[in-house]
């Protein structure tokens, strides 16, 4: 069968799955694309778009589909919130300022 069939839509147990976060708070802002593993537990997810947005964990807000995704280390948040390859996960939360210092505009 050709490469182009529908068949690549299946995510395999191997592949990353690409999400590109939102930053609610400054809609302006491009979205942050991650790969996130398939295994990935909702902890790894949020330490990853912390990471990548520079929300800090502890005010970070990760919604997708209207639903929160809840901070817990166990389980597949990928399976369990039906994370799909390019979607869009909406990140709440204020980014820590780039310096940690006053900007002087």
Partial sequence: P????????????ADEITIHL?????????RVAISVPPAATA??????ASESTRVPLSSLKLIYRGRMIPAKEGGN?????????????????KPAAAGGGSDGA
């Fill in 2 to 13: 050709e490469s182009g069939s529908g068949y690549q839509k299946l995510v395999t147990m």
């Fill in 22 to 30: 939102s930053l609610t708070s400054s809609p302006s802002t491009p």
């Fill in 43 to 48: 902890a790894d997810l949020r330490k990853l």
């Fill in 77 to 93: 948040v990928v399976s369990e919130m039906k994370l799909e390859d390019g979607c869009v996960v909406h990140v709440m939360g």
